[in-house]
């Protein structure tokens, strides 16, 4: 099959898990004997196009921030869902699998697809809702209905989550939504060494709002007065990384966190939670969590949080970590108890992180493709 992928960032060129998920799968699939190309916008020098791993690389235009006062650029996703659409219309696909986010993309790949007679799907890694008039505040409403539009855009479609699919189908009843979740590669992460680097608490994403880290720092504060020599290591880069380093001074943590920046090879990353004890995910919005599963697979127990847009939730039980309050105080007891009881979960949470080994979610993948 000649599959395309739609979606504005490029893995490794930037680090997230809808780039991490095309990645893994577009290499996987590639294997396979499929002609796979990824759409993005151009992060790289060189070569506008490339081959790596037998999979097509397309830089589009050129890369633009993709954060504007601490939100996702509407001009960035406006500018690749203008950039995108000559170039699908010069091809003829077998499948055009794009990425929900950032929409207007997606309304660019269905009529170059619908031009060229190409099967169309999107994949949803998270459906806003109501939270769009907390995220735009006046202009939260055109955002639900660029959200509601955008589901209508296509009667095939994949969610990465139970939670995404139940929330999709609350603003499109009655769709036939198939669940392929993201995935990690657990050999390989059984493989790699611990840092030398060592900690207790351990955070790895974007530094943005919604990440919540404040939360973890004012945490850590109460963590402190039991475990006095507690040792945090927060490893990402993001518009709130200023704001949060800032936080840690006035809180006088700066012997307890340590911020790592973005480390730019993915085993380090893993190297390191290897080092720590307890991963934090205290996000109030994630699509589904590729890095608190790849905590698992090390054997970390995890702590997050109760939001309704956090789907890290669903894969955290009594025995694999803590759910606690978005309060400073419930965290604080979660990451104490997960710590207490980490040896005791570590076995439970690399079951868990098993089962969604790639090649089990590319055969899930591959089987859906064929059916289109």
């Known amino acids: 099959m000649k599959i395309a992928f739609v979606y504005d960032a490029v893995y490794p060129y930037r680090i997230g898990g809808v780039e991490k998920r095309i990645y893994e799968?577009?290499?996987?699939?590639?294997a396979r004997g499929h002609e796979i190309h990824i759409y993005g916008l151009?992060?790289?020098?060189?070569?506008?196009?490339?081959?790596?791993?037998?999979?097509?690389?397309h830089g589009l235009g050129q890369s633009r921030p993709f954060y504007t006062h601490g939100r996702r650029s509407i001009g960035e996703a406006c500018y690749f869902g203008w950039k995108v659409l000559i170039p699908l219309l010069e091809e003829h696909f077998d499948i055009i699998d794009c990425q929900n986010f950032p929409y207007f993309s997606c309304f660019s790949a269905a009529f170059a697809a619908k031009v060229r007679s190409s099967p169309f799907m999107i994949t949803w890694h998270e459906v806003w809702k109501e939270y769009w008039n907390e995220y735009l505040g006046m202009f939260g409403f055109l955002g639900i209905m660029i959200e509601r539009l955008t589901s209508r855009l296509s009667c095939t479609v994949v969610a990465v989550s139970d939670m995404t699919k139940q929330d999709l189908l609350s603003i499109r009843k009655g769709s036939n939504i198939t669940v392929?979740?993201?995935?990690?590669?657990?050999?390989?992460i059984t493989a790699i060494q611990p840092s030398e680097i060592g900690s207790d608490i351990i955070f790895i994403g974007r530094l943005i709002?919604?990440?919540?880290?404040?939360?973890?720092?004012?945490?850590?504060?109460?963590?402190?007065e039991e475990v006095p020599k507690i040792r945090c290591i927060i490893i990402g880069e993001g518009p709130e990384r200023d704001f949060l380093q800032n936080m840690i001074k006035e809180y006088n943590g700066n012997s307890t966190i340590t911020f790592m920046g973005f480390l730019e090879n993915h085993d380090d990353v893993i190297a390191m939670m290897k080092a720590s004890k307890v991963y934090a995910s205290p996000s109030k919005r994630e699509g589904f969590g590729i890095t608190a599963l790849e905590a698992m697979a090390?054997?970390?127990?995890?702590?997050?949080?109760?939001?309704?847009k956090n789907a890290v939730k669903t894969m955290v039980t009594d025995k694999t970590g803590i759910i606690c309050d978005a309060s400073p105080e419930s965290f604080a007891e979660g990451l104490i108890l997960c710590l207490r009881k980490k040896?005791?979960?570590k076995g439970h949470c690399m079951v868990l992180a098993q089962d969604y080994g790639w090649e089990k979610i590319v055969n899930k993948t591959e089987e859906f493709y064929s059916r289109l």
């Open 42 to 57: 151009k992060a790289w020098d060189g070569d506008t196009s490339f081959i790596k791993d037998e999979v097509y690389y």
């Open 25 to 30: 799968l577009s290499v996987r699939l590639a």
């Open 209 to 224: 709002e919604e990440k919540n880290v404040d939360l973890l720092i004012r945490a850590l504060v109460l963590v402190r």
């Open 298 to 308: 090390c054997g970390l127990p995890v702590a997050t949080v109760a939001a309704p």
């Open 343 to 345: 040896d005791m979960m």
């Open 180 to 188: 392929i979740p993201n995935g990690i590669d657990f050999k390989h």
